[in-house]
């Protein structure tokens, strides 16, 4: 990580070069992150999620909570995705009915609440990872930077909200405070950051001694202003690969509670709350458990591969 | 190693006071009375029913005695819903049947995962070894809530082999499945876990020595490698001891398999505070014990830790 500031060592590395213009690290990193093929594929695969989540409000030709009166009372027979639809079943056309997905238990259509599920569900993942990031470095790099009684202190903290059973005491947090999306967003923030904060921590542990923060030290930059400047950049290389691999365990956790019923509250739903419903059906209605299913499937290791990728590609320890 | 344990266990019941306190100032903060409904009761009544419960008392008298019932009497108080039931009922009623499959998932994912991890290692590049890598990197996108309905529509719906639910006393076929359910990605990584280690002890200059030595294979594996390959798969057991009981609210709603989960999920939708409160300081509890055990373990085993 130190290679990041010891801006010395990579002009004599790009002088000594026989051509091109110098490339720095981060271009370096790009390079290395494109020759990873099932990276690439990941990082498409979750930009067409994204767009999916985006845009699919505009494909949709129903609102998350209409019933859809022709279809309920025979969910089972008329409610599967409609281009299964044929002369062999009562599945309404495309053209009619425009459930590109089915419809779910309640007659609903599952297109426009798959969609929703998955804004919810990337939120959270995204939210959960940012607030780690920013909560987790800042706390990891004082702890670290400061070390001493401080970093005790600071560590033990950790250690102790970590051997909680944290998810009992989010559901607490869920039922006292009622169940909204903010406070899903608060419990998870609040436990968020843990891993992040060791991790920095340990990053900044062996930083503290690098030339440059002692320069920094010797010309009398305040102790915050070091963090900021010359810690937390080059920390940027761990954290976005750990931020990454946060996102799909925020997404699990949320789903887990969505699962049970405590997170998301109808009409708005999550992947979760989705793969609970059609779990529920998958009796009368395969398609309601597979389409949420194949979302959280397939997002979730498109993650975990983007993550493997950008640590191949940023930390340079590990090749 | 005494006033190390000791030492240890001087931490664990700060942390332990820190959940009670926690989740105590958490029901004592929430807004509204426990006992209001849809229907309208006259505020006297719910005054006298909050007495009977002891709610009318400050903070630190009821938390204090809260404490001390806990700790002297295990008695973890009654339940806010049901009249009939202290949450002592439903602890004895629900956590024989947690233990059961929880201990079987935790063997399964120990021996199964560590097996299967070392294995993988041992026969680096093969057919073995890609198969580990392949059941690790796939479970990690199945936590347990997404495999149960997989299973139950393989095995249940499809095939017919296994019941999708129950307990029945716990016979082995309602135990099959929430122990595959539960145990399957703690497993996984366990064998990802196991794996990176192994690959790492076995290039290290004590095993080159050791074949230099001319021992033969398994000794090497079983004598050498093993010991020291295992170390990071005991200090991931505390983090996955926590996971498996956090997945056993999901096991018991969806298998319905009576477990301790299950009241914790009706109380947590009725708000029934006594209810949570007891699971939560009850499993807090265990917890905190279990990463007691693993640290005091991981020092007796690893003599590289100085205490």
């Known amino acids: ?319 | 190693m005494f006033a190390y344990i000791l030492r240890r266990l001087l931490l664990a019941i700060p942390v332990l006071l820190i959940l009670v306190v926690v989740t105590f100032a958490l029901m004592y903060a929430a807004p509204g009375s426990p006992f209001a409904s849809e229907r309208a009761v006259p505020a006297a009544v719910i005054a006298n029913i909050e007495r009977a419960y002891g709610l009318d008392r400050p903070f630190i008298v009821q938390i204090g005695s809260y404490i001390w019932n806990v700790v002297v009497h295990f008695d973890f108080g009654p339940s806010f819903q049901y009249r009939d039931q202290d949450v002592n009922d439903l602890i004895e009623q629900g956590f024989p049947v947690t233990l059961t499959y929880g201990f079987w998932s935790f063997v399964v994912a120990v021996i199964v995962g560590g097996a299967l991890g070392i294995a993988a290692a041992i026969r680096h590049n093969t057919w073995l070894d890609y198969l580990a890598v392949g059941v690790s990197i796939g479970a990690q996108v199945l936590p347990n809530f997404v495999l149960a309905p997989i299973l139950v529509l393989v095995f249940t719906l499809w095939l017919g082999w296994l019941p999708g639910g129950g307990w029945q006393g716990g016979q082995i076929e309602y135990v099959i499945l929430p122990v595959i359910a539960l145990s399957t990605s703690f497993m996984a990584s366990i064998a990802r876990i196991a794996r990176a280690s192994m690959l790492e002890v076995m290039t290290s200059n004590f095993i080159r020595t050791a074949r230099a030595k001319g021992l033969p294979g398994r000794t090497i594996v079983f004598r050498h490698a093993l010991k020291p390959a295992l170390l990071p798969v005991l200090s991931y057991l505390g983090p996955a001891f926590v996971g498996m009981i956090t997945g056993s609210v999901v096991i018991d709603l969806y298998f319905s398999t009576g477990g301790i989960g299950q009241f914790f999920v009706a109380s947590a939708l009725n708000r029934d505070y006594g209810v949570m409160m007891g699971i939560t300081v009850l499993l807090g509890a265990l917890t905190i014990l279990f990463n007691l055990v693993v640290d005091i373990l991981y020092a007796w085993i690893d003599p590289k830790i100085r205490y």
């Open chain 1, 1 to 319: 990580m130190a290679m990041f500031a010891t801006g010395t060592a990579a002009e004599t590395l790009a002088q000594s070069a026989p051509m091109g213009p110098p490339r720095s690290l981060w271009a370096d990193a790009r390079a290395r992150f494109f020759r990873n093929r099932a990276a690439v594929a990941s990082l498409i695969v979750l930009g067409l999620v994204a767009a999916f989540a985006l845009f699919g409000p505009l494909v949709a030709r129903h609102s998350i909570e209409t019933i859809d009166w022709a279809i309920l009372g025979n969910v089972d027979e008329a409610g599967g995705p409609c281009f299964l639809s044929g002369p062999d079943n009562e599945i309404p056309p495309c053209s009619d009915s425009g459930h590109y997905f089915g419809t779910d238990a309640q007659a609903r259509d599952l297109f426009a609440r798959t969609v929703q599920g998955t804004q919810i569900s990337l939120m959270v993942g995204v939210v959960g990872a940012l607030i780690a990031v920013v909560v987790g470095t800042l706390y990891g790099a004082i702890s670290g930077y400061f070390g001493g009684r401080l970093d005790n202190v600071m560590m033990r903290i950790v250690d102790i909200l970590m051997s909680i059973p944290y998810m009992f005491v989010l559901i607490l947090l869920l039922v006292v405070f009622g169940r909204s999306i903010l406070m899903l967003f608060v419990g998870i923030g609040l436990i968020s950051w843990l891993d992040m904060a060791r991790i920095a921590r340990g990053q900044t542990l062996s930083l503290r001694e690098k030339e440059f923060v002692e320069a920094a030290i010797a010309t009398g930059v305040h102790p915050f202003r070091i963090i900021l400047r010359h810690i937390v950049p080059n920390l940027l290389g761990v954290v976005i690969v750990y931020a990454t691999l946060l996102v799909p365990s925020m997404i699990i956790y949320e789903s887990f509670i969505s699962f049970l019923g405590l997170g998301v509250q109808e009409p708005l739903t999550s992947w979760g709350a989705l793969i609970n419903e059609g779990a529920d059906q998958m009796r009368q209605g395969l398609w309601m458990l597979l389409v949420p299913l194949f979302f959280f499937v397939v997002s979730l290791f498109s993650f975990f591969f983007l993550g493997d990728g950008l640590r191949d590609a940023l930390d340079p320890k590990d090749r």
